[in-house]
Structures are given as C-alpha cells and as structure tokens.
C-alpha cells in the first residue's frame, strides 16, 4: 500500500514560540523507560511471571527414525508427536520440538501449579515447527462433473477436479465440509443488510502449495464471473444486494485461480486449479476444528513458544472456539508463535469457548506476547471474561475475510467483560470486515495503549469500545486509514468508517492519540438505552477527550452524544466544517473549536494547525510536518509516559509522542522499544 500524503491549511489557535517550526515529529524510540504500565485507576498492571527451570525435559522429532511413542521421549529416542507428551508431561516439566509438520490436535492432559512449576511446549532453537489441522488429500481426484451454467465454454485459463471424501479422511471424526460456519444464537443478525452466503458456507477450507483456495457457495461459481453488466438480484427487503468487489482471499496470497464447492451433503469436494500449476501440488484439506487445546477446562501455567499453528476450521463464534484455546485456562504465557488461517478464530483465551462447564478457577492472567496472528476468518484473539491479562508486542493482521461482520463479532482483538487488561504495543493492519480492537460489554480499568491500528475496512471503528459504565482508556495510539467497508450505507449505528466508537460507553478517557484518514468520523458516538449492564443502559456521557491529533477525518475529529463530555488539548487539522458535532438533543450542532470553546467553554488549550502527515502499514513509517509551532499541553490521567516508553514531563505536545525531533519521517514499530 502506498503512503497517502495530504496537506492541511488551516489557523494556529495559542502557540507558543518553539523548535517545531519546520518539523512536527517526535523523538526515536529511546531506552529511556519502559512502556507505562499503569491502568486507568492509577495501579500498576501486576505481571506474575517468574523465571523458569525445568526438572525434566523430553524430546519430539517426527522425522527421525528413532522416534517412537512408546519410546522414553529422549532426544536419543525422541517421540513422534506431541500429542504424547501432552499425556506424560508433569509441572515444571517441558517438551522440545524439532523442525516438522505436525498434524495433530494437541490435547494437554495436565497444567502446571505454579508461575515457576509451568508445564512448556516450545521449538527447539531455531526449529521451524509447524502444527496442522489438515490432512494431505492428493490421491483420488477426478475430473469434476459440476455444472458451471456459465462460463464452461471454449479455451480456460483452469481445470476442474472432485474428490469423494470417506471416513478416513477425517481421523479426528469431524468433517468440517459437513458443517455450516454459522453456529449459537444468531438472533441478532442482521439479515436485511447482509450476504448470508458466508454464514451458511462450509467450515472447510482447502490449500495448494500453501494458498488457500476461494470458498464459493453454488456450482456455477467455479466458473468465469457474470458480465459487469448483470443486474445485481435484489435482496429480501428489495434494496440490492451487496456483492464483493473480488475474491476474499485474493488479498491475502489465494491463488488467483483457486476456488472450491461443496456439494450440500458434505462429503464431495469440487475444486478449480489454475492450468500451470505443478503435477503434483501439495494439497491440504481442514480436517479439525483446532490444533492445540487441553482435554478439560480451568487448566493452568501452560506455556507455548516458538510454534506455527495453521489450518483450523471452527464455527463463527459465540463460541470462540481458537486454532488454539485455552479452554477457560488462567496463567497461560503464549509467546513468539505464529497462528493463521482459522476459519474463524485464532487464539481463544476466556471462557467462551462452549466446550463443557465452567471452571471454578478464575479465567484469565494470561500473557500473550510477540506472536504473529494472522488469515483468521472473524477473530485474531477472542476472549470472554478475561481479567488481568496483558497482550503485548503482537502483529494481528490479515483478519476478518470472512465477510462476516454483521454477526458482531469480527475483530483483530476482541473482548468481553474484560478487566484489568492491558493491550500494549501491538500492530493491527490490514483489517478487513472487522473491527481492529473490540472490547464488548462491562469492561473495567482497561488501557490500550501504544499500539499501531492501520488499515482497517469496516461497517464499525478501528477500535469500538460497547456497553461499558466504568473508567477504561485509549491513549498514546496511531489509528490511521479507517474505510467504510459498505460504501453509501451508515454501517453500525452510523459510525462505519470511525477511528474509535464509543457504543453507549461512558467514563472513556481518549488521550494523546494520533487519530487520522478516517472517512467518517475520528471519534463517533451511540446511545442504547436499551443495552442494559447491571441494571442500567448507556448513557454516553462523562467521556473525556484530551490532547489527540486529529487529522483529516472525513466528516468530523469527534462527535459527542451530548453536552455531558468533556475536551481540551486537542490538535486539529485537514478537517471539513463542522468537525466537532453535538448528536443530541435534536437539532444537532456542527460547531467547530472557536465556538466550542465560547458556547461550552472546553478546548481552551485545544489548536489549529496546517500540517503534511502520511503512513505506511507496511514500512511502519510516518511523516507528519507543520508550518507553525504547536503549543504543549498539560499531562491528562497521569500519561506521562508516551508511545516510544519516553517520560514527558508534566507537559508534552499532543498526539502519541513527548517532543518534536528533527526528522520528518520515521519508523514507527511499537514492538521493537527496548525493556528493562
């Protein structure tokens, strides 16, 4: 994607003479301190782990011939998989894997007792480990009897095969081809506004060399697209029905070729392939629902590292049920793995999981840092009722193909009843059909902060914040490039296209973040009375916003849902009129900050700036410049610490960072600050 440059001119409201003249940018990411790690009601986030030794430590190499399941499970006499070593493993043991494809559901009998008595699953160094929820499936496949009705005729760039599936296919006895994606209550789908091919399509998934191939929900699908000119069929309530602009998976590395049909009863597999493809391409069918996830419930101090988990077919949550779960587990630390392309969820960590009864044991206190999460179908991290929880320094990418989005689900992140949770220092880019971050109903004393949330294509928010009465915070964010993923429709309560919405939530600080190329709005508001948490609906009201940038936003830098919220510091820029909007009481206002500032006498350190900004998602890299000097603000709720982990000081200009530099452009990878 190429970096967008756009250049603001507008007036500087109370500067002070300084050394920004030329250049609004901020200090490189020093050493000087770590990440705040302070929560919204002024406690320190508590982080549980300890160092760890290990009094025995058995070996797993599939590819050796020496390994055995019944052998002892040394690294002279490795086992074959580690599925056996989940059986035999004891607290304050472990288990080191060598490079390999793994094809198994790895199902821990046991966790450990005890921060330093943890039970490890981890790589061997250096090993490149890879577990599968696939089958190989290249034997069998015959020349396809489809009708394509369209398309069939003269010369084609592909071929068409089938392939009768049985029993042995399947050896955990679960045939995802056989089995809709949609699953729960779907009483709140929206049915009206939205393509139900992807809610009824199979859970499978089918990949070759490596590419995931294009679910297509009838026959002639396999074939050549209609002409541009065919009318697009109404829907249900007569309005047109959506269609994609392409492919779902071509974004995301498909095959430019590739798709596949199921016939109704599951068990048939028609497949296109591009002609050239090699002779014999290595081709892999979803064969399980997960690929790591304990035999029972509430197991605890389980550590994974250094392992790549792919090819899951579960349902679309509720229930979360992750290419890897913790099935309602606490004290889990999952670091420096790489999981993707999960039909629906990657990583579950709450108690959503729908599998069996809940555990006395508290859920959550989970560390999950420095993965790759990444093709997930609806949810990168999913996580019912998860507290003291701290996820840090992941890249969450590539989310949401599925087209799902108007079940209320989708996200990179998403969380209910969250407490104490702190979501620092990740990359979330290039969503599609989802919400970067979602925290869903009741959350308590949260902070996300320090995190890059780029690219994102929705009907919601980069980050949507719902049905929440306590004190949680955003600060110290870039969220930048936010698209209305149903262009000309108004998307969830009219906030599509939003940097942050605010879903009858109150008590939400939003500070110094850098909020920019939102199409619609940089903050947008929705009351629900009718959301009930505890015994009240939201209100909207005592929200505060201080000391953002707000940078060319479509339609308005914030709207408020009423006169019960506050703003002051702010820095505002490219901006069309009326970017400081009033919802209610009816009629609405579209004021700007002059008048802000004269009718409700907030923004009384609030600016105007003409500024030059841009970012790469991909390179990480932003440029943001200004022709004038831009006032410093006081600190806000004790964020004294900025993006890059510098001290501020009690005063620091607005947006993520605590004081300009001298380059206009710079690298901006929140995962890379050093640590003590």
């Known amino acids: 994607m190429m970096m967008m440059i756009e250049k603001a001119r507008t007036w500087l409201v109370g500067a002070m003479p300084c050394c920004l003249a030329s250049v609004l940018w901020f200090s490189s990411c020093q050493p000087a301190a770590a990440m705040d790690s302070r929560l919204p009601n002024g406690t320190n986030f508590v982080i549980w782990e300890q160092p760890l030794q290990f009094s025995k430590t058995y070996h797993v190499d599939g590819n050796s011939a020496r390994s055995d399941d019944n052998g002892p499970g040394t690294s002279e006499q490795p086992f074959r998989t580690i599925s056996k070593a989940a059986q035999v493993l004891q607290p304050g043991e472990r288990v080191v894997i060598a490079s390999g494809t793994y094809r198994e559901c790895v199902r821990p009998t046991r966790g450990g007792t005890s921060p330093t008595q943890m039970i490890s699953y981890e790589a061997a160094p250096g090993a490149t480990v890879v577990v599968k929820g696939s089958e190989t ?104 029905s959506r269609t994609r602009p392409g492919p779902i998976m071509q974004e995301i590395g498909g095959s430019p070729e590739g798709k596949f049909w199921v016939e109704p009863r599951g068990t048939t597999l028609h497949m296109r392939v591009p002609t050239n493809i090699p002779a014999r391409p290595l081709i892999e069918i979803t064969t399980r629902e997960q690929a790591f996830v304990p035999l029972q419930r509430g197991l605890g101090y389980i550590r994974i590292k250094g392992i790549t988990f792919q090819h899951g077919a579960s349902g679309f949550p509720p229930p979360q049920r992750g290419l890897v779960s913790t099935k309602g587990g606490h004290h889990w630390i999952i670091e420096g793995n ?124 980069a980050i949507h914040i719902e049905a929440t009465q306590q004190q949680n915070q955003i600060d110290d964010n870039i969220i930048w490039d936010v698209r209305n993923a149903e262009p000309g429709t108004p998307g969830q309560r009219g906030c599509a296209g939003s940097g942050i919405f605010v879903h009858a939530t109150d008590n939400l600080i939003i500070a110094q973040n850098l909020i920019g190329r939102c199409e619609n709005a940089g903050v947008y508001p929705a009351l629900r009375e009718d959301r009930i948490i505890g015994t009240r609906g939201g209100t909207t009201r005592e929200n505060e916003f201080y000391n953002n940038i707000f940078f060319g936003c479509g339609k308005a830098a914030i709207a408020f849902m009423n006169e019960h919220n506050t703003s002051d510091g702010n820095l505002y820029a490219s901006l069309p009129g009326g970017y400081l909007r009033i919802l209610t009481p009816e009629p609405q206002q579209w004021l700007d900050l002059p008048s802000v500032r004269e009718f409700y006498g907030w923004e009384k350190s609030g600016t105007l700036a003409t500024v030059e900004a841009g970012f790469d998602p991909d390179r990480l890299e932003l440029t943001m410049t200004s022709e004038e000097p831009v006032s410093k603000v006081s600190v806000f709720n004790q964020i004294d610490n900025d993006m890059s982990g510098k001290g501020t000081g009690e005063t620091r200009i607005p947006g993520p960072f605590a004081d300009p530099g001298n380059q206009p452009v710079r690298k901006i990878d929140p995962r890379q600050i050093s640590r003590p």
């Open 338 to 461: 790489t999981i993707e392309w999960a039909n629906a969820v990657g990583l579950d960590i709450g108690t959503g999981d729908g599998n069996g009864a809940p555990s006395m044991q508290p859920v959550g206190f989970h560390i999950v840092r420095g993965n790759t999460i990444r093709y997930c179908g609806i949810e990168g991290i999913g996580g019912m009722g998860t507290r003291d929880t701290l996820i840090e320094d992941n890249l969450i990418e590539w989310v949401g193909w599925e087209d799902a989005e108007r079940a209320w689900e989708s996200a990179g992140a998403k969380f209910h009843n969250a407490r104490n949770m702190l979501f620092r220092r990740n990359v979330v880019r290039h969503i599609r059909h989802a919400n970067a971050v979602w925290f869903d109903s009741g959350n308590v004393n949260c902070r996300i902060t320090g995190n890059v949330l780029a690219d994102v294509l929705t009907v919601s928010a």
């Open 137 to 240: 499936l290249n034997d069998g496949w015959q020349l396809s009897t489809a009708s394509l009705m369209r398309g069939g005729g003269g010369s084609r760039p592909y071929s068409l095969w089938q392939h009768d599936l049985t029993g042995t296919n399947f050896p955990d006895a679960y045939n995802p081809f056989g089995m809709v994606t949609a699953q729960g209550n779907r009483a709140w789908l929206d049915t009206k506004a939205v393509d139900m091919g992807p809610y009824f399509r199979p859970r499978g998934m089918i990949f070759v060399d490596g590419k995931p191939l294009e679910p297509v929900e009838l026959s002639r699908d396999l074939g050549d697209p209609p002409p541009p000119s065919r009318a697009t069929p109404p829907s249900n309530n007569g309005t047109p």
